[in-house]
């Protein structure tokens, strides 16, 4: 690779990373990205969904990362047919565009103790 | 006596015996078939103890099991044999202490008159530890028995944590269920539902779907379980499925809340919604089901 095609690999790493700090996470755990999928953070623990509110606009698309911290938790939507196992150690990212506005209910089909039945939360699409 | 002598018994005496109890049918699976001759035997089943659970939405947990096993001695003509349908202990994410639980329940359990019982773990039980200290104590999750005509199969579907019975079982299912006679009367006990009653809350079977397909092919096949802490009953195709109250707390009807929360004790009303049932084997794949209360007094 010569010297010129360094730098402008330089200048596109560079400009990548500048990129990179435009994304900012804000007190719910949503880390926005221009013009990119909306992600969002959620820790799973016994016995518990961090945040266990999410609110989304009907047709976007956000990405819920998961990290579990003590257990192989579940994460269920019924109403969206989506699941999936939450191992810890790992971020698990589930994606959903929301067709529908209203209210839906998510929870943890893992049994995982003896909170497990109050380990839910719920999805809110708005209009 | 028999069973039968003595219920024709009750019957001339206008069933005072049983004023108590409240009677349903499960409907016959195959109508139209010749009813077959059958032996006349009956098994008692009870669900969800929860044995060291303690909370306000029952204040007398240390004495309702115990309370129900002797309205189960008091019985006039005692069943053949007695099945719990899981959840025999609350669950605890200390080893030492589920063990320990485990043993106080096979303590008052042992109680029982009738000596033929058998057990199926219920998530409490088996889901943290992957059935480890049931087998311990109680032996194989799933298991199949012969009594009087009727084949009994015992599905473990939650020793997995995520609800599923599992590739290996239900090829261990497929096996047994090749050996019955397609019009076999066979009985299913497991905890959680086989089909989608909420799954909202958690009550399902993740691969349910995959043993309701094994037995459909079946004309004479009833499904009793536990888990929904309250009767009820709903059909798949031909195969009816009951559920048992609890012996700890009731829960609310299917879907008809947000959250599948206790029912509150209700201290004018003590043991109001818990109690057991008995299930006599009727002709056919009928089967008369009769709800007992936790205590007759």
């Known amino acids: ?127 | 006596m028999d069973r039968r002598s003595f219920m024709k018994l009750t019957a001339i005496g206008g069933g005072a015996v049983f004023m108590s109890g409240l009677y349903g049918h499960a409907p016959a699976a195959a109508a139209g078939n010749t009813p077959a001759p059958y032996d006349d035997f009956y098994f008692v089943q009870l669900s969800d103890v929860h044995w060291g659970y303690s909370g306000g939405a029952n204040p007398d947990a240390l004495n309702t099991f115990r309370k129900a096993v002797a309205t189960v001695n008091a019985l006039e003509v005692q069943p053949d044999f007695i099945i719990f349908t899981g959840d025999l202990t609350h669950t605890t994410d200390d080893p030492k202490e589920r063990r320990q639980r485990m043993a106080a329940f096979k303590e008052i359990a042992a109680g029982l008159k009738v000596k033929s019982v058998r057990f199926i773990p219920g998530e409490h039980d088996a889901s943290l530890d992957n059935g480890a200290a049931f087998k311990e104590n109680f032996g194989p999750s799933n298991y199949t028995f012969e009594h009087k005509g009727v084949h009994f199969i015992a599905l473990d579907n939650v020793s997995d944590p995520g609800a599923r019975i599992g590739d290996t079982q239900l090829e261990w299912l497929k096996n047994d269920l090749d050996k019955q006679a397609k019009d076999a009367r066979i009985v299913v006990f497991t905890h959680r539902p086989l089909f989608d009653l909420v799954p909202k809350w958690d009550w399902a079977t993740r691969d349910g779907d995959k043993a309701i397909a094994l037995l459909m092919p079946y004309s004479n096949v009833t499904v009793f379980y536990g888990h929904i802490h309250q009767e009820h009953h709903h059909m798949t195709g031909r195969i009816a499925h009951h559920a048992a109250k609890s012996l700890i707390f009731p829960l609310p009807a299917p879907g008809s809340q947000e959250k599948r929360t206790p029912l509150p004790w209700d201290p004018a009303l003590p043991n109001k919604g818990l109690g057991f049932r008995e299930v006599e084997a009727q002709a056919g794949n009928d089967y008369k089901l009769t709800e007992f209360p936790v205590t007759r007094t």
Do not use: W
Request: with cysteine.
């Open chain 1, 1 to 127: 690779m010569d010297r010129a095609r360094r730098q402008l690999c330089a200048r596109l790493a560079c400009g990548f990373g500048a990129l990179l700090t435009v994304a900012a996470i804000d007190a719910q755990g949503f880390r926005k990205i221009a013009g990119k999928e909306r992600i969002i953070a959620i820790e799973a623990r016994k016995f518990v969904y961090t945040p266990n509110e999410i609110t989304v606009k009907k047709d976007e698309t956000v990405v819920l990362a998961f990290t579990a911290v003590d257990f192989i938790h579940g994460f269920f939507i019924p109403d969206m047919n989506i699941r999936a196992d939450l191992k810890p150690g790992q971020v698990t990212e589930v994606r959903l565009t929301p067709g529908k506005a209203g209210e839906y209910a998510f929870l943890c089909d893992n049994f995982c103790g003896s909170g497990h039945e109050e380990m839910n939360g719920k999805i809110i699409v708005t209009e």
